[in-house]
């Protein structure tokens, strides 16, 4: 298992989700992806992605203003 | 065993795409969605920025729909291929600067490569025969089939009993009488399809997906385009006409103002890559300057920001000017009045 960061801050919905998504294909089932972004529309976006794609939320937080979003990929 | 046949769903977040994708998955075929990003998708973003705007929902319309489907979606960044379709349209603009045919046309192209790569049977589309004045009209359904390649593997199941036979008809994984015959501007089938499929919850039809659409933001692309001398443009570019009061007292600069403390929040994102002002010694929004302004024109810039702040009325108003780099100085003004700001200014 892998533990990866994705900085998304400063793009707006759809960006932080479609840079989620490829970077999700880069990773293997298990891994833990972090996503860090500034747009809260990512709170609701990406656990939709993750719910339609399959994987899991593992955390959803506001840490200094940004949108922090961690998934566990699926297989 | 007959083989589980697939579609590939164009997915706009609307009503017409959800139920073309519903009457099909309803006749047993496996549905994935795509949603195609231009940069100019009203989805979300404005929403996002401002903050009078916060207490709307801020779902992505296409991930919802997927969601309430229960399918697969697949969004695609095609900011840059989408500058050849915007700036080079075959067939011409819309009312503004939406090369509707020409988009439709480009993704109905790009989601026949993805059926392709997937190995999918056929592409599904919510078009509608009369629905929309320029891409989804009888003459321009050939030309989308047509000219992205898609021919008879494009199946439009909310008109297709008005349209000819497609592969999916013609081989039987689809039954064309359980297809729609639906044309015209008028809303009532798709509303009552809606409600026999008990969806009641849905993204309202009229309204412009795109910005490209907007006559408003259109003028101030083009106004881009004829400050630069080129047409050209970058995600920044798009993002920045989506907010803020612009205002261009000379060919050579233009002011974006921020409207509330949202879009001042967004906009000074792009302190590193534009000269931005501010009021310093009354409330006042946040100005980025683009263009090449001399030391005059930021005067001039500074009377017209502290016209806008609350020090409108005072005789004098501190304005703090910052490069990119952001060293700062300090100008002393007086605020334009109402008049002095000129209306051709405004763009």
Known sequence: MSVAVLNVRRLLCPLPVIRTQDKVKTLKPGDVLTVECTDPGVMQDIPAWCRINGHKVLETRVDNGDYVIVLEVSG | ?347
């Open chain 2, 1 to 347: 065993m007959s083989q589980q046949r697939k579609a590939v769903a164009l997915i706009s977040g609307g009503l017409d795409s959800m139920l073309a994708a519903k009457v099909v998955m309803d006749q047993g075929i496996q549905v994935e969605g795509i949603n195609f990003f231009t940069g100019f998708c009203v989805e979300g973003h404005t929403h996002a920025i401002r903050k009078k705007d916060s207490d709307k929902p801020k779902r992505n319309n296409s991930l919802w729909v997927a969601e309430q489907l229960g399918i697969k979606l697949h969004i695609i960044d095609i900011i840059e291929e989408y500058k050849q379709v915007l700036l080079n349209p075959k067939h011409g603009y819309g009312a503004n600067m939406n090369p509707c045919l020409d988009c439709k046309i480009f993704m109905v192209n790009k989601a026949k490569q993805w059926m392709t790569e997937h190995s999918f049977d056929f592409i599904i589309t919510g078009e509608v025969i009369g629905q929309r004045p320029m891409s989804q009209r009888k003459q321009t359904m050939p030309i989308v089939a047509a000219e992205s390649g898609a021919d008879d593997l494009l199946l439009r199941p909310l008109c297709a009993q008005n349209l000819p036979v497609t592969l999916a008809e013609q081989e039987g994984w689809i039954d064309r009488a359980k297809l729609f015959n639906f044309s015209g501007r008028s809303r009532k089938p798709q509303m009552a399809l809606a409600k026999q499929y008990g969806l009641s919850d849905y993204a309202q039809p009229a309204g412009g997906c795109c910005f490209l659409t907007d006559e408003s933001y259109s003028l101030k692309l083009v106004d881009l385009w004829r400050a630069r001398g080129e047409r050209d443009y970058d995600l920044d570019d798009v993002m920045l006409l989506k907010v803020g009061r612009h205002i261009r007292p000379k060919p050579h600069f233009k002011l974006i103002i921020a409207r509330e403390d949202g879009e001042s929040r967004f906009m000074s994102g792009y302190k590193k890559d534009f000269i931005s002002m501010n009021c310093a010694s009354h409330r006042g929004p946040l100005v980025l300057v683009d263009g090449k302004p001399s030391e005059d024109d930021l005067l001039l810039a500074g009377q017209i920001l502290a016209r806008y702040g609350q020090g409108r009325d005072a005789e004098q108003v501190d304005v703090t000017i910052r490069d990119q780099l952001g060293v700062e100085r300090n100008i002393e003004v007086k605020p334009l009045s109402a008049d002095q700001i000129l209306e051709e200014w405004f763009i």
